[in-house]
């Protein structure tokens, strides 16, 4: 009998197989699981060089996996202005006063993180930026990376006056005379964007390795990269022939729009680009589609059109980011080639889109292994959650949304109306209707933590007003849906749940330990837990 490296027992074992097992303790070899059961069985595979961890009831369980992040962007804001801990616009300027003192050598002040709820309308002004910083140009990016606010120097430097029309993919926020107000909606912010100094590869390696230390101490093992480029490849790739790579990951290549199917031999290319080194931690088969923008700008696609705020109809039906014949011709080219679509679609006009591009592609090739999935999934038709389960295309959640917070309430149900406001965020319908669904942060866009994640999606209660009433709490997931989902369900989508997503005999061993047995009456709120242990493989890369 061959010895283990490392035995946990005392554990409260959630192995997510979806059958009952009677297991309080887990051994792990040469990076593998082997053997998940009763303590005094799995410890007899303890010997004298074995690691042992007793815990005292504790959680243990698969590694989570985000199934739709942006980590070196996150990695890379770290060392950027960062207002995403901020809440008002008063704070904001003091951060952005004291970032640009404190850089008096950085040519453009450039950020993320501003609230659409700390302005009038979700829209800042440049005049507020130009008080702060007249000479250099500023630009930041919003919470959920859908807006710019700049000032008056960056648009100078951009060309972008009263007479720029708005690009078809974007809008220019324009004060009473026309002239640009200060905020850049969606393609429009490449505008000014495209201006800022790129990073160079000694920063997206550091903003790699912040981001894979930061979301290892929240327990995740893998992540899906859910935008990437040629320098982020490149980046990954070296982390991979540097042995710096300890997170599993996926890559979602970036769709350009306005590119047509030209650029698939371009992402075909970086597919099959080898890295230095054996490994399966790294792939960039995934393709990710903007289908359209969001509902608190008015540009997710609807099928009806928004109200004004004051319950009139308005014309805006939002804006579909890709051509619907392009969509549909790109995704079943990608799909016959072995590629998955990620696709984001917010409003149920753009996941209308995605689900009748995914239909297309199975009318034409045939059910392949693709595991197309859907993020954001905000506002769904009815009449569309039993087409999830029906085309195979997984629900991929960002949880942490479906509350009734201020952006719900200022923003969201003034837009919508009473009808599709109770359409917002259907999780648990989707479970009902037989659909997949994985889970995901969208870090930066909000807390890339999985456990406050896990928390919302089964409470539908906002994190920081733990005391108000659900939002729409027939969409309420069980505590083993929503563990399920972070753990197997976004390793399906990964294409890793053969090695991962559950805890087995002969899968790897990615595991975290919490502070506390979720199960236990007096746990508390689950985003209260804590992770104090990850194992990537077997090897110790957070513990706390
Ligand atoms: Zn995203």
């Given at each position: 009998m061959e010895l283990a490296d490392l035995v946990i027992s005392g554990a409260t074992v959630e192995?997510?197989?979806?059958r009952p097992t009677r297991a309080d303790a887990v051994a792990v070899r040469g990076g593998r699981i082997v053997a998940v059961g009763e303590r005094r069985d799995v410890e007899a595979l303890a010997g004298p060089a074995t690691r042992t961890i007793a815990l005292g009831g504790e959680t243990l369980l698969p590694g989570f996996q985000d199934a739709h992040v942006h980590p070196i962007h996150g990695g890379l804001s770290a060392t950027q202005c960062a207002l995403h801990d901020l809440d008002d616009a008063r704070a904001y300027a003091k951060r952005i006063a004291a970032y640009a003192a404190a850089h008096p050598d950085r040519e453009w002040i450039s950020g993320s993180g501003w609230a659409m709820w700390a302005f009038p309308g979700g829209n800042p002004g440049r005049a507020a930026l130009d008080a702060i910083v007249p000479d250099r140009p500023v630009v930041l990016a919003s919470r959920d990376g859908h807006s710019a606010w700049v000032n008056s120097r960056a648009l100078e430097l951009a060309g972008i006056t009263a007479a720029t029309p708005d690009p078809v993919d974007g809008r220019i926020e324009r004060d009473a005379n026309g002239e640009p107000a200060g905020t850049l909606h969606e393609g429009a912010a490449n505008l000014v964007e495209v201006l800022i100094p790129t990073p160079t590869a000694g920063d997206l390696d550091a903003a790699l390795a912040e981001a894979q230390r930061h979301l290892h101490s929240l327990g995740i093992t893998a992540w899906q990269d859910a935008w990437v480029r040629a320098a982020e490849l490149a980046a990954y790739r070296r982390a991979v022939a540097e042995e710096r790579l300890t997170m599993r990951v996926v890559a979602a290549q970036l769709w350009e729009n306005g590119r047509g199917l030209e650029q698939i031999a371009g992402l075909l290319h970086e597919r099959e680009t080898p890295v230095a080194a054996p490994t399966d931690r790294f792939r960039a088969d995934s393709v990710k589609f903007f289908v359209d923008g969001i509902i608190e700008n008015g540009t997710a696609l609807m099928t009806e059109p928004y109200l004004d705020g004051d319950s009139n109809p308005t014309t805006n039906l939002g804006i579909p980011m890709v051509p619907p014949n392009e969509l549909r011709a790109a995704v079943s080219e990608l799909d016959r080639l072995g590629f998955q679509c990620h696709f984001h679609a917010i409003g149920d006009g753009g996941i209308r889109l995605a689900l009748d591009a995914i239909e297309g592609a199975l009318a034409a090739n045939g059910r392949t292994d693709g595991r197309h999935h859907i993020a954001h999934i905000e506002l769904i038709h009815p009449a569309d959650i039993r087409r999830f389960a029906a085309i195979g295309a997984t629900a991929n959640m960002q949880p942490l949304w479906a509350a009734h917070d201020d952006q719900m309430r200022d923003l969201r149900i003034p837009v919508l109306g009473p009808l599709r406001t109770?359409?917002?965020?259907p999780f648990g319908s989707l479970l009902r209707s037989g659909a997949r669904l994985a889970g995901g942060s969208d870090w930066t866009v909000s807390s890339p933590n999985p456990l406050l994640e896990m928390e919302v999606a089964v409470t539908r209660v906002d994190t920081d007003a733990r005391d108000s009433p659900p939002f729409l709490p027939d969409e309420r997931l069980s505590l083993d849906a929503a563990l399920a989902a972070f753990t197997i369900g976004s390793a399906y989508v990964n294409h890793l749940d053969q090695l991962t997503g559950t805890l087995e005999v002969g899968k790897a061993a990615d595991m975290v330990v919490l502070d506390?047995?979720?199960?236990?009456?007096?746990?508390?709120?689950?985003?209260?837990a804590r992770v104090v242990l990850t194992l990537a493989a077997g090897t110790e890369v957070f513990s706390g």
């Open positions: 192995t997510m197989t979806g109770a359409w917002q965020y506390r047995n979720l199960r236990s009456p007096d746990a508390g709120p689950i985003g209260d």
